[in-house]
C-alpha cells in the first residue's frame, strides 16, 4: 500500500501533539524538586532524601521496629486530594464516582475526597504519572529526619494544629471548628517544616501496599489488608502519631473518614 505524503496541516497536528506531550510529562515534578505537578492548586512538595528513623518501639506492636533507613527524593501533593479534582478525574476516565459525592457536606469541592478504595485512590494517581506513597515515603513525608511524633513536632495538638478527633475515641472534637472534613490546608499551622498539609489529621491516607509486621519475613507476608495513616477528624491523639497504622480492606469504599494524596519518585 502507497501512502500519502503528510500534507501540511497534519504535519502541524502532529507537532502540536507532541509539544502537548511533552507538556504533560514535565509538568510532573521531578522527584526531590518543588514543582506545580499535573494540579496546580495541588503542587507537588520536595522531600529530600537520606536517612531516617522509621517505625517506633514506643507505640503499637505492628509499629515496630525502628530503624534507621535510607529514602531516595521524592515529591508529595502539598494536599489530600480534593473531592473538584476527584470529580475532574471521575468525568475524564468514567470511574465511579466517590461514594460520598453527593453528600452536603463531605462531598463540597474543596474538602477531601473520601468514599474512595485503594483501588480507585491508586488509580487517580497513576492517571496523572504519579502514585500512592509507599509506607515509608509517607513516614518520612510526616516525620521528618528528625523522628517527629506529629507532623509539625512532638507538640501535641491542638485546634490550631489539625482537624482531630475527641480524646474519648471516635467522635468529632469541634473545638478545631469542624465536626467532619475540612476544605484541605485549612491548618497552615500543622504543616510539616517541608510544606505538607494535613498529614496529621482531616482525613486516613491510603499508602501502598500491604498491612504487615515491619520485619515481617517475605514468606510470612500476607495480601488481606491495605494500609491508611495520618488519622482523620475523629481520631485520637494516639492515632494521630506519625508512626501509628491503620489496617483496612481496599476495596472498602464507604469511610467518611479515608482519602489519599499522591507522590511522584
Known amino acids: ?9 497534519a504535519l502541524r497536528f502532529l507537532a502540536a501533539l507532541a509539544v502537548a506531550t511533552l507538556a504533560a510529562v514535565a509538568a510532573v515534578a521531578a522527584p526531590g524538586a518543588n514543582g506545580a505537578g499535573p494540579f496546580p492548586e495541588n ?3 520536595a522531600i529530600g532524601g537520606g536517612p531516617f528513623v522509621f517505625g517506633s518501639d514506643d507505640g503499637e506492636s505492628n ?28 468525568a ?16 463540597l469541592p474543596d474538602h477531601p475526597v473520601v468514599g474512595v478504595s485503594w483501588d480507585d485512590a491508586d488509580a487517580f494517581c497513576r492517571r496523572y504519572g504519579l502514585k500512592l ?13 528528625d523522628a517527629r511524633r506529629f507532623a509539625w513536632g512532638n507538640e501535641d495538638p491542638t485546634p490550631a494544629h489539625a482537624n482531630r478527633g475527641a480524646e474519648d475515641c471516635c467522635g468529632p472534637d469541634p473545638s478545631d471548628g469542624f465536626s ?22 482531616n ?9 504487615n509486621p515491619h520485619d515481617a519475613e517475605p514468606a510470612a507476608r500476607r495480601t488481606e489488608f491495605r494500609v491508611l495513616r495520618g488519622g482523620a477528624w475523629n481520631s485520637d491523639t494516639w492515632r494521630l502519631r506519625t508512626t501509628y497504622r491503620l489496617a483496612f480492606r481496599g476495596d472498602f469504599r464507604f469511610a467518611a473518614n479515608g482519602g489519599f494524596r499522591c507522590v511522584s519518585s
Open 1 to 9: 500500500m502507497i501512502r500519502s505524503p503528510a500534507t501540511p496541516n
Open 43 to 45: 503542587p507537588l512538595m
Open 63 to 90: 509499629e515496630a521496629p525502628a530503624r534507621r533507613t535510607d529514602l531516595a527524593p521524592f515529591s508529595i501533593t502539598k494536599y489530600e486530594i480534593s473531592n473538584r479534582l476527584y470529580r475532574a478525574f471521575a
Open 92 to 107: 475524564e476516565t468514567g470511574r465511579r464516582p466517590s461514594f460520598h459525592a453527593a453528600h452536603p457536606a463531605l462531598g
Open 133 to 145: 506513597p509507599s509506607p515509608r515515603q509517607w513516614e518520612r513525608a510526616a516525620r521528618g529526619p
Open 180 to 201: 467532619g472534613t475540612a476544605p484541605v490546608g485549612s491548618f497552615p499551622l500543622g504543616e510539616t517544616p517541608e510544606g505538607v498539609a494535613d498529614l496529621t489529621g
Open 203 to 211: 482525613v486516613w491516607e491510603w499508602v501502598d501496599g500491604w498491612f
